[in-house]
């Protein structure tokens, strides 16, 4: 059986990047003012911690969805 296109796509983001809970349960304000100032922590695609080094050009990689730019 062949993936249909909603097999391939991904699901929208719905996870925090910065505490990694469900982004959709409340509001994160604290979170999205942190986020001002740090990196993201978690992946919002996937939820998986990520590993978080800032650098120039970017500052975090999910193994799955690669490098996250800010």
Known sequence: MRPTVTDVVEPAV???DRCGEDATAGPHAA?????????PRYCARCRRRMKV?????GWADCVEHGEIRG
């Open 53 to 57: 080094q800032v650098l120039p050009v």
């Open 31 to 39: 979170c999205a003012a942190a986020r001002a100032l740090e990196p």
């Open 14 to 16: 719905t996870w925090c």
